[in-house]
């Protein structure tokens, strides 16, 4: 055997038969897709996830969060060794799938490259005499695909997810180590080949939400009779009806009166028409009478009650796994409510105070590191530290505000701990910015500890956590 299993790769299943499997399961709520890719919530792998968390816990599970992922889309992980840290590889092999790889073959030769198969002894490429190796080709591709892979998850809500959050520590150690095998030149070459077959594998799943540019349209090539059964068919978008327009039709054309049709108050000596009174002016509207506090209140605790009400309900009937679809449909409760810009959930490290980004819901926020609004550090902190809540507001009463609130024009911000079993597991966060909505009322902080309970009831649920 040379530098991989040649008879595994060809004995694998075909990406298609795997997406298929996975469809079903994903309508069961054990999987999301995007942009083709299937992910796992992987709530079952313990409470330790890795980006931005201030340590270097990890679990020797790493190694089957890799695995996972890649077998579940198809990739082979042929070789995988962690170092002894368990935060670095020592050596990685990934196989991309026989298909994808004659996707690529076929692009190549239409460019006038040759393909050499070395799998039983390795070669290095020639690139002056335009000949490209089946291991420089394998190793790119998987390097480009985990490239893929960070950019969607980093670029989607798939980086709150426990196996995308883990895979955004490995994927960049992946692809170094493949970057010490292929030099980039090779993978330049091999990039529009590989881009096409990306579209053509994954591309039928869809890219929702993604803003990249999609592979460009290729002419139908001819069947490789190397080729293996079961590609996937590109997927035409079938014709949309057309919707009905929300425009009433215009009035049908109304052949002109004649004079004698045209009633005329008789008068001897005019032919003008007489003049009509104008309708008196309708009565002025009254103007709406300002609500006073008492009533403010009693809105904003029926608002409050209501949302509280929905939350439960949306929580009858749901899966765990789908525990930050679950947690980001409750914090849509909150914004009208809190009248806030944006909400989130930070949840808790057991056995420290480091914090991490569960689920979001409005206006992109950021802990630590990355693109968004930076979260008020200090009244997340402060909170759960006096494990209570904990508002800050600037404009009138700035007097409170933090130095981060006034430099990210931050008008209010609230932080209140979730406990289960008298342990603080989670952080709600909830931030009002340039809207002009001033501080956070005592009633409005009574109904921020409220609208906690279905967090803390069914932590299971939300927040991938077992009372």
């Given at each position: 055997m040379g530098?991989?299993?040649?008879?595994?790769w060809r004995?694998?299943?075909?990406?298609?038969?795997?997406q298929?499997?996975?469809?079903?399961?994903?309508?069961e709520g054990?999987?999301?897709?995007q942009?083709?890719?299937?992910?796992?919530?992987l709530?079952?792998?313990?409470e330790?996830t890795?980006?931005?968390f201030?340590t270097?816990?990890l679990a020797?599970e790493?190694?089957n969060v890799?695995?996972?992922?890649?077998?579940?889309n198809?990739?082979?992980?042929?070789t995988?060794?962690?170092?002894?840290t368990y935060t670095?590889l020592?050596e990685v092999?990934?196989?991309?799938?026989?298909?994808?790889?004659r996707?690529?073959?076929?692009?190549?030769?239409?460019?006038?490259y040759?393909l050499?198969d070395?799998s039983d002894k390795?070669?290095?490429?020639n690139?002056?005499?335009?000949?490209?190796t089946?291991?420089?080709?394998?190793r790119?591709?998987?390097?480009m695909f985990?490239?893929r892979?960070?950019?969607t998850?980093?670029t989607?809500?798939?980086?709150?997810?426990?196996?995308?959050?883990?895979?955004?520590?490995w994927l960049?150690?992946i692809?170094?180590?493949?970057?010490?095998k292929?030099d980039r030149?090779?993978t330049e070459i091999?990039?529009?080949?590989f881009?096409a077959?990306?579209e053509e594998f994954?591309g039928t799943?869809g890219?929702?939400?993604s803003?990249?540019?999609?592979a460009?349209?290729?002419a139908?090539?001819?069947?490789?009779?190397?080729e293996?059964l079961?590609m996937i068919?590109?997927v035409?978008a079938?014709?949309?009806?057309?919707?009905p327009?929300?425009?009433?039709?215009?009035?049908?054309a109304q052949p002109?009166k004649?004079?004698?049709?045209?009633?005329?108050?008789?008068?001897?000596?005019?032919?003008?028409p007489?003049?009509?009174?104008?309708?008196?002016p309708p009565?002025?509207?009254?103007?709406?009478?300002k609500?006073s506090?008492i009533?403010?209140?009693?809105?904003?605790a029926?608002?409050?009650?209501?949302?509280?009400a929905?939350?439960?309900?949306?929580?009858?009937?749901?899966?765990a796994?789908?525990c930050l679809?679950?947690?980001e449909a409750?914090?849509?409760?909150?914004?009208?409510?809190?009248?806030a810009?944006?909400v989130c959930?930070l949840?808790?490290?057991p056995?420290?105070d480091s914090l991490?980004?569960h689920?979001?819901?409005g206006?992109?926020?950021?802990?630590?590191?990355?693109?968004?609004?930076p979260?008020s550090?200090?009244?997340?902190?402060?909170?759960?530290?006096?494990?209570?809540?904990?508002?800050h507001?600037?404009?009138?009463?700035?007097?409170?505000?933090?130095?981060?609130?006034i430099m990210?024009?931050?008008?209010?911000a609230?932080a209140?701990?979730?406990?289960a079993d008298?342990?603080?597991?989670a952080i709600?966060?909830?931030?009002?910015?340039?809207?002009g909505n001033?501080?956070?009322?005592d009633?409005e902080?009574s109904?921020?500890?409220?609208?906690i309970k279905?967090?803390?009831?069914f932590?299971d649920?939300?927040?991938?956590?077992?009372?």
């Open positions: 530098w991989f299993d040649k008879r595994s004995l694998r299943r075909k990406i298609k038969d795997l298929t499997d996975l469809r079903t399961a994903e309508a054990k999987f999301i897709v942009d083709g890719l299937f992910f796992a919530e709530q079952d792998m313990g330790v890795m980006m931005a201030g270097n816990l020797a790493e190694e890799i695995r996972g992922f890649f077998d579940r198809g990739f082979i992980v042929d995988l060794k962690l170092d002894k670095g020592a092999e990934i196989i991309p799938a026989e298909e994808m790889i996707s690529v073959a076929r692009e190549l030769k239409s460019e006038g040759k050499v070395d390795e070669l290095a490429p690139l002056t005499a335009k000949i490209l089946l291991s420089a080709v394998m790119a591709m998987t390097l985990s490239e892979v960070q950019h998850i980093s989607t809500n798939v980086k709150m997810n426990k196996e995308g959050n883990r895979l955004l520590h960049p150690k692809v170094e180590a493949l970057e010490n292929v030149f090779t091999i990039r529009p080949g881009e077959a990306f994954y799943l890219k929702s939400g803003k990249g540019k999609a460009p349209a290729r139908p090539r001819a069947a490789d009779p190397d293996p079961g068919p590109p035409e079938a014709p949309r009806p057309s919707a327009s929300s425009f009433p039709p215009p009035p049908t002109p004649s004079i004698d049709d045209t009633p005329t108050a008789p008068h001897p000596s005019m032919n003008v007489p003049r009509v009174a104008p309708p008196p009565p002025a509207a009254a103007a709406p009478r609500a506090g009533e403010s209140n009693a809105l904003l029926r608002d409050a009650a209501e949302a509280k929905r939350m439960y309900r949306a929580l009858v009937g749901a899966n796994s789908r679809k679950n947690s409750l914090l849509n409760e909150i914004i009208p409510v809190m009248r810009s944006a959930i949840t808790k490290m056995g420290g991490a980004m689920v979001q819901a206006d992109k926020l950021t802990w630590g590191d990355g693109e968004g609004m979260i550090t200090t009244v997340v902190m402060d909170a759960l530290r006096r494990r209570t809540i904990v508002t507001a600037s404009g009138p009463a700035g007097q409170e505000a933090t130095g981060s609130m990210n024009r931050i008008d209010a609230a209140v701990p979730i406990q008298g342990e603080v597991i709600l966060y909830i931030d009002r910015r340039d809207q001033g501080l956070f009322t009633a902080t109904m921020i500890e409220n609208l279905p967090f803390e009831d932590p649920l939300t927040l991938a956590t077992r009372r």
